[in-house]
């Protein structure tokens, strides 16, 4: 049977605490990369301690969301990183993502559909007229269009985005207790396993607290 996928995110701007999560969540159970955001990448040693990772599954999730120019020169200047994922947003609309998977060589890209810390009514606040899963079902159709390798989407919209999107899937707003922090639409790892994603991004729920002890609880939750 296929090893499941866990992505951590690496959300801290220390390289000591970046070590530490690495290191603490070491395990041939199940797969790991990590996952290194803004927070990560704009601090101070961040890029450069990505690029001394060696033999680790690297997520980058930038989010681009530029003119396509733009979208593809920043993709560019992250050449020298031995990434194997990078996020940009459907929003940034089909020339901008064409583009980048046009030039993204071995680089996955990764579509972010709504954010999970997103729900029907911050939507209408933003002025969006559709409801969270049919604006998802939209960006999906946008995604396959572009030839993404992977959508970014929220554990609720697994089941809908795979009719239309037959590539790889990943989820945040993975949530092992019960507190939300800021996402809203949350769930839990299995559930989203059973949905069909193929990648689970937590992050929280593991680098809180004691690191180790949050990841053995994961991996006996991830057993039954
Ligand atoms: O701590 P938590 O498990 O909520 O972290 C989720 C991670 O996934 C964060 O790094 C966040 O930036 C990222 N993410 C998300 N929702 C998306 C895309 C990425 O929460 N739609």
Same mark, same amino acid.
């Given at each position: 049977m296929n090893k499941k996928k866990i992505f951590i995110a690496? !959300? *801290?701007? +220390?390289i000591s605490k970046a070590r530490r999560i690495i290191r603490d969540t070491q395990t041939n159970e199940i797969k790991i990369g990590y996952k290194f955001g803004l927070e990560f990448f704009y601090s101070k040693e961040g890029r450069k301690f990505i690029s001394s990772l060696k033999n680790q599954i690297i997520f @980058? !999730? @930038? +989010?681009l969301n530029d003119i396509p120019n733009t979208v593809v020169s920043a993709m560019k200047s992250l050449n020298s990183l031995k990434i194997s994922y990078l996020t940009v947003h459907l929003s940034s609309g089909m020339s901008a993502l064409k583009a980048i998977r046009k030039e993204s060589k071995n680089i996955k890209i990764a579509g972010v559909t709504t954010? *999970?810390? @997103?729900?029907n009514k911050d939507l209408k606040e933003i002025?969006?007229?559709?409801k969270v899963n049919e604006l998802v079902k939209h960006q999906v159709k946008l995604a396959k269009k572009a030839k993404l390798d992977a959508i970014v989407c929220s554990g609720h919209e697994i089941r809908s985005v795979k009719r239309v999107f037959k590539k790889e899937i990943i989820t945040p707003?993975?949530?092992?207790? *019960? *507190? +939300?922090n800021d996402q809203k639409r949350v769930m839990k790892p299995m559930d989203a396993f059973t949905a069909g994603s193929d990648w689970l991004v937590i992050g929280r729920s593991i680098t809180n607290g004691n690191i180790k002890k949050n990841f053995k609880n994961l991996l006996e939750i991830l057993e039954d």
């Amino acid at each position: 049977m296929n090893k499941k996928k866990i992505f951590i995110a690496v !959300d *801290t701007n +220390k390289i000591s605490k970046a070590r530490r999560i690495i290191r603490d969540t070491q395990t041939n159970e199940i797969k790991i990369g990590y996952k290194f955001g803004l927070e990560f990448f704009y601090s101070k040693e961040g890029r450069k301690f990505i690029s001394s990772l060696k033999n680790q599954i690297i997520f @980058l !999730d @930038l +989010k681009l969301n530029d003119i396509p120019n733009t979208v593809v020169s920043a993709m560019k200047s992250l050449n020298s990183l031995k990434i194997s994922y990078l996020t940009v947003h459907l929003s940034s609309g089909m020339s901008a993502l064409k583009a980048i998977r046009k030039e993204s060589k071995n680089i996955k890209i990764a579509g972010v559909t709504t954010l *999970t810390s @997103l729900n029907n009514k911050d939507l209408k606040e933003i002025g969006y007229n559709k409801k969270v899963n049919e604006l998802v079902k939209h960006q999906v159709k946008l995604a396959k269009k572009a030839k993404l390798d992977a959508i970014v989407c929220s554990g609720h919209e697994i089941r809908s985005v795979k009719r239309v999107f037959k590539k790889e899937i990943i989820t945040p707003g993975i949530k092992i207790h *019960t *507190t +939300k922090n800021d996402q809203k639409r949350v769930m839990k790892p299995m559930d989203a396993f059973t949905a069909g994603s193929d990648w689970l991004v937590i992050g929280r729920s593991i680098t809180n607290g004691n690191i180790k002890k949050n990841f053995k609880n994961l991996l006996e939750i991830l057993e039954d």
